[in-house]
């Protein structure tokens, strides 16, 4: 059974840093690609970043291009978020989502989430 | 960036209603267009992807169709379980844009 699940939430001051991880079990970590997804308080779905399985490409959305940085440790079977330069309109509980092909690329449907960790940027 | 706009944003059906949420693409996407059921407090669901194929596990009441910039989810028969908010996503090009969401509540 897959299972994802997400740390490292808390409550932050703008301006700081906080790095979440994503434990991932029940599949073979490496092949596939792995993403994270927000979203804030009464708002919708939010996709933040993906990174491929073995090459380790990534894209970013937008609004946290130069601050966000995804990785992954495949010996450890862990995706990890670090966000820096935090704002007020970062806060949302983040996902961490499974592609659903094995070898795909980053272009692959989310079929497997977390149950998200909750990050609170405010001072 | 892809913008993606669902319709409508929120719905009241009864039980056994067939229920139609459109969602439509600003430029052409081909099939790479998702659908996903999403319940408070629980992880988001994939129904459907690639705009048609449904996903393992999913109950055949879900379907999905369309192509290029116009695509649609339909409930064949809506169930109590039903009741949750609905995304669309493409992943054509990132970033892989959701729409605003469909919150479905029943009548």
């Known amino acids: 059974e897959v299972q994802l699940v997400e740390s490292g939430g808390g409550l932050v001051q703008p301006g700081g840093s906080l790095r979440l991880s994503c434990a991932a079990s029940?599949?073979?970590?490496?092949?596939?690609?792995m993403t994270w997804v927000r979203q804030a308080p009464g708002k919708g779905l939010q996709w933040v970043s993906v990174?491929?399985?073995?090459?380790?490409?990534?894209d970013y959305a937008d609004s946290v291009k130069g601050r966000f940085t995804i990785s992954r440790d495949n010996s450890k079977n862990t995706l990890y978020l670090q966000m820096n330069s935090l704002r007020a309109d970062d806060t949302a509980v983040y996902y961490c989502?499974?592609?659903?092909?094995?070898?795909?690329?980053?272009?692959?449907?989310?079929?497997?989430w977390g149950q998200g960790t909750l990050v609170t940027v405010s001072s | 960036d892809i913008q993606m706009t669902q319709s409508p944003s929120s719905l009241s059906a009864s039980v056994r209603d067939r229920v139609t949420i459109t969602c439509q693409a600003s430029?052409?996407?081909?099939?790479?267009l998702n659908w996903y059921q999403h319940k408070p407090g629980k992880a988001p669901e994939l129904l459907i992807y690639d705009a048609s194929n449904l996903e393992t596990g999913v109950p055949s009441r879900f379907s999905g169709s369309g192509s290029g910039t116009d695509f649609t989810f339909t409930i064949s028969s809506l169930q109590p379980e039903d009741i949750a908010t609905y995304y669309c996503?493409?992943?054509?090009?990132?970033?892989?844009?959701f729409g605003q969401g469909t919150n479905l509540e029943i009548k």
């Open positions: 430029q052409d996407i081909g099939k790479y």
């Open positions: 989502a499974k592609g659903a092909r094995a070898e795909a690329g980053i272009r692959d449907p989310l079929s497997s």
């Open positions: 990174i491929s399985g073995r090459t380790g490409s990534t």
């Open positions: 996503q493409q992943y054509d090009n990132p970033p892989y844009t």
């Open positions: 029940g599949f073979t970590f490496s092949s596939y690609a």
